[in-house]
T-cell receptor, first 115, second 109 residues
Framework: KAGVTQTPRYLIKTRGQQVTLSCSPI?????VSWYQQTPGQGLQFLFE???????NKGNFPGRFSGRQFSNSRSEMNVSTLELGDSALYLC??????????????FGEGSRLTVL | EDQVTQSPEALRLQEGESSSLNCSYT??????LFWYRQDPGKGPEFLFT???AGEEKEKERLKATLTKKESFLHITAPKPEDSATYLC??????????FGKGTMLLVSP
């Protein structure tokens, strides 16, 4: 059974640019959650999508956005990149919304470096 | 606001030297406490779910326990392959997971 797939794995951008990250969940999983991981803050919740609807949102500025498609694949976008956006962005999938399960299946992440 | 504090931040053990990792939490209406393992360059991997005080779960050399204020991850006779960052997360009812910053464990042969 294929796991959660995230692309790209690594990317380098400059301040002011925008970036789009992609996540393909495990087959049959309808919920996709996004997390930002940094050494100082640890794992911080960005948002969760279930059946193409945003179900939960973390405390991040509006520059961070996401969407989910009918096949459950998800993308997140960060506009007007800042140096502090450098982080590992992790996608996690689950069969149902996080509120009904805590067992998340994570991808290997997309490491973003902003110069 | 849900909070999770893990200690120590880093722990170095010799192979076979047992120890425990701590996860202290505050949450309004605990639905579950979760332990994950994260290897360098990888995403976290689910280990255990604990739902109520007094509950224990075991997997190979790992044993997780839960009280009303904290959880412990006991590692018995660790091996170098147990080296990883261990993450604790709590979940209030109908809410998303809140993660701690993790404990980085290094087991030397």
């Amino acid at each position: 059974k294929a796991g959660v797939t995230q692309t790209p794995r690594y990317l380098i951008k400059t301040r002011g640019q925008q970036v789009t990250l992609s996540c393909s969940p495990i087959s049959g999983h309808r919920s996709v959650s996004w997390y930002q991981q940094t050494p100082g803050q640890g794992l911080q919740f960005l948002f969760e999508y279930f059946s193409e609807t945003q179900r939960n949102k973390g405390n991040f500025p509006g520059r961070f956005s996401g969407r989910q498609f009918s096949n459950s694949r998800s993308e997140m976008n960060v506009s007007t990149l800042e140096l502090g956006d450098s982080a590992l962005y992790l996608c996690a999938s689950s069969r149902t919304v996080q509120g009904n399960t805590g067992e998340l299946f994570f991808g290997e992440g997309s490491r973003l470096t902003v110069l | 606001e849900d909070q999770v504090t893990q200690s120590p931040e880093a722990l170095r053990l010799q192979e076979g030297e047992s120890s425990s990792l701590n996860c202290s939490y505050t949450v309004s209406g605990l639905r579950g406490l979760f332990w994950y393992r994260q290897d360098p360059g990888k995403g976290p991997e689910f280990l255990f779910t604990l739902y109520s005080a007094g509950e224990e779960k075991e997997k190979e050399r790992l044993k997780a326990t839960l009280t009303k204020k904290e959880s412990f991850l006991h590692i018995t006779a660790p091996k170098p392959e147990d080296s990883a960052t261990y993450l604790c997360a709590v979940q209030a009812r109908y809410s998303t997971l809140t993660f701690g910053k993790g404990t980085m464990l290094l087991v030397s042969p």
